[in-house]
């Protein structure tokens, strides 16, 4: 395991994090704490969760982990969690207010059983509450000790940047959390280079596209068996129906699975290795179902991608931005230098 600043913060934290979004759902209580106990022995410090999880559930099948391990193992631990959607409320009453806030907080560190969180993230941009009622609530419950960190989640680059702005000199903003991996790169476009500007670790979620970058899904066939795809073909943002008819998806598949055989190591180690080589990314979140995918995914710690594998998947996957200002011409009117 490796460790990194968790963006322009003082904290240190594991450069692979361990997602929660399986516990209580495809992954039992039992299997979930075995891998939790696996994380911890290989040296993660990241338990990453969030309210809506399992409806709450996910959040408690952590918190009698932490109530049943010993001081040394559950101090390591850096708690990050995440409010906005409706949990136990109605629709209406969730979103960034004040109020939703306060109340998902509390519920959050009550299902987990601490009195503090070390990051709390907003899980996406909240169209209806003002900014700045929002970011009073987090610097409040700074103040207060029930969070020491702040972080953004799904938030586009302008607002971001708007966040980071109105939060300096507040309260630590310290991270963004967006979709990235091979598949889904147009986070560089704008989220990645505001991140970067303000000083946010970026933590990447689905960094194996929801199981497509292990390769297990094909062409040829629908997804069938016990995988997330077989189970609910349409699932999210990872639906086979749109991503399989992305000849780019194929493309990138074929490199991933090309430099996999070259180096002797699987699909989803190589793209981990990929996403962890990208500028401003602080820790991967990994996603399991068992602990035998999280033990070979934890194996990517140590793969070397030459300069040689890097081109060819930076190539396979490069979303090839259409036109000016995202292309070659706009990046160099933006560019200036003294000769
Ligand atoms: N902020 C947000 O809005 C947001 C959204 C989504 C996720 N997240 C966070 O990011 C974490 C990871 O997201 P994710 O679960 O989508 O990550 P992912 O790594 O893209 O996908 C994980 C899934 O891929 C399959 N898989 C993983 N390793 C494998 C291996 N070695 N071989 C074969 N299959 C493998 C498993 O599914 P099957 O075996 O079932 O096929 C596993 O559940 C979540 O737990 C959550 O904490 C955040």
Redesign the pocket.
């Known amino acids: 395991m490796k460790y990194r600043q968790l963006g322009a913060s003082g904290a240190a934290i594991s450069h692979y994090s361990l997602?929660?979004?399986?516990f209580g759902a495809?992954t039992s209580e039992e299997d979930s704490h075995a891998q939790l106990d696996l994380y911890a022995e290989r040296g993660g410090t990241v338990i990453?969760?969030a309210d809506v999880y399992s409806g709450g559930v996910s959040e408690q099948i952590v918190g009698r982990w932490l109530a049943n391990r010993d001081n040394a193992t559950t101090d390591a631990m850096f708690l990050a969690g995440?409010g906005r959607f409706p949990v136990g409320v109605p629709a209406f009453e969730a979103g960034l207010s004040r109020r939703h806030l306060r109340r998902a907080l509390d519920a959050t560190l009550a299902r987990m059983g601490v009195d503090h969180l070390d990051l709390y993230q907003v899980?996406s941009w909240d169209p209806l509450t003002p900014l700045e009622e929002t970011l009073g609530f987090l610097e409040d419950a700074v103040r207060s000790g029930k969070v020491s960190y702040v972080g953004l989640?799904?938030f586009l680059g302008w607002q971001i940047a708007q966040a980071a702005t109105l939060a300096r000199g507040r309260f630590p903003l310290v991270s963004m959390?967006p979709q990235y991996?091979l598949l889904a790169r147009e986070v560089e476009w704008e989220i990645v280079p505001a991140s970067e500007a303000n000083g946010l670790g970026i933590l990447p979620?689905?960094?194996?596209?929801?199981?497509w970058l292990?390769g297990?899904y094909t062409k040829d066939a629908a997804p069938s068996g016990a995988?997330?795809l077989g189970e609910d073909p349409e699932r999210g943002v990872e639906a086979y129906g749109k991503r399989s008819q992305d000849e780019r998806t194929w493309r990138v598949l074929d490199a991933v699975s090309e430099v996999a055989t070259r180096i002797g190591r699987?699909e989803?180690q190589v793209s981990l290795a990929w996403l962890d080589s990208r500028p401003a990314v602080s820790s991967i979140?990994?996603?399991?179902?068992t602990s035998e995918?999280l033990a070979?995914?934890l194996d990517a710690s140590d793969v070397e991608l030459s300069a040689e594998d890097l081109a060819l998947l930076d190539e396979a996957s490069d979303p090839q931005p259409a036109n000016w200002p995202y292309g070659a011409a706009g990046v160099e009117q933006r560019s200036r230098s003294l000769g």
């Open positions: 997602g929660t979004m399986t495809e990453e969760t995440k899980h989640s799904n959390q991996n979620w689905s960094p194996l596209g929801g199981g292990a297990k995988t997330r699987t989803a979140i990994l996603g399991c179902r995918q070979s995914n």
